[in-house]
């Protein structure tokens, strides 16, 4: 984990941008991403942020009360490594 991100937005669509975390604490750099969403939706109607490079980022309803707290919409997705099978399967 970098203690000290050099977090960088790249915008890549007029309501899209693209964070990268340089391997930052989770947190951060998804509480950046989320404001820079919201600064989008202001301007466009609709904003994206994609993370790239970060770590947990930890309980998705912060992110969520974050645009709630901006009057917006909100909606959060992640991923992980496999390491639970899925309900009801073998692998």
Partial sequence: VNPRPDIRVER?????????????????????????????????????????RSTHFGCSAHYVLQALEADMVCFVFTNSSPALPPWGGAR
């Fill in 12 to 52: 890549t669509a007029p309501s899209a941008v693209q964070v990268n975390g340089d391997d930052g604490m989770g947190f951060v750099v998804a509480t950046r991403a989320t404001h820079e969403a919201i600064e989008l939706a202001q301007e466009q109607g609709v904003g994206l942020a994609g993370v790239q």
